[in-house]
């Protein structure tokens, strides 16, 4: 069984549409949690970043993460067309300089 | 203004060449990294460097070797190309003590034909 397991989709939602992407893991000392967008042919960038159970907003994108759960999601309002791009999910332990990632979830938003 | 360069982009070449990808970051980081992603878009990590260390060294070939000239600079060299070495290659850095926030270059599209 894999550390993290993400769907690699690809996932297909009309536009304005609320999108959930999602990720499971196994390990309970991961102390952070991340997602990456990575648009075709380029690199990861980093879109949310924490480290507490709960939700976090940053605009159009909600993290949330339920430790007790092992369970971690990424709510996407509105989705554009621009949004259609491949989600990573990641997470580590502070004491470690290596993250672990998810396989990611190809998504296409459909104007 | 480039956080994270990588070069070349595009790297087409025969099996049982010898070549060379480069990385600089221009964001004062003090750890950088290696990673693979393969055609399913799995990110694996190869190797990290922190202050010109060797800190990371997963399985990986010996083929492959990763130098540090300084803490700006990762660059990778493989030896003998084989098909499966076929992926995109990503450079990627990150302050410690600023979370774990990596940055990414563009990636190297290598194509071993």
């Known amino acids: 069984q894999k550390e993290v397991e993400q769907d690699p989709g690809p996932l297909s939602v009309p536009e304005g549409a609320i999108v959930s992407l999602n990720c499971t893991y196994s390990?309970?000392?991961?102390?952070?949690f991340m997602w990456y967008r990575q648009y075709s042919r380029k690199g990861p960038e980093l879109l949310m970043y924490t480290y507490s159970s709960g939700n976090k907003e940053d605009g159009r994108f909600t993290a949330q993460v339920d430790k007790s759960s092992k369970y971690i999601s990424l709510f996407i309002r509105d989705s554009q067309p621009s949004d259609s791009a491949t989600y990573l999910c990641?997470?580590?332990?502070?004491?470690?300089?290596?993250?672990?990632w998810g396989a990611g979830t190809k998504l296409i938003i459909k104007p | 203004d480039t956080a994270v360069s990588q070069t070349p982009k595009y790297l087409v070449t025969q099996m049982g060449n010898d070549k060379s990808i480069k990385c600089e970051q221009n964001l004062g980081h003090d750890t950088m990294y290696w990673y693979k992603q393969d055609s399913k878009k799995f990110l694996k990590i190869m190797f990290s460097y922190n202050n010109k260390e060797l800190i990371i060294n997963e399985t990986v070939p010996n083929r492959f070797s990763p130098k540090s000239p300084d803490k700006a600079h990762l660059n990778l060299h493989i030896n003998s190309l084989e098909l499966g070495d076929s992926a995109v290659y990503f450079c990627a850095s990150r302050r410690t003590g600023e979370g774990e926030k990596l940055f990414f270059g563009s990636g190297t599209q290598l194509s071993v034909l």
């Open positions: 990641a997470m580590g332990v502070h004491s470690n300089y290596q993250l672990i």
């Open positions: 390990n309970s000392a991961f102390q952070y």
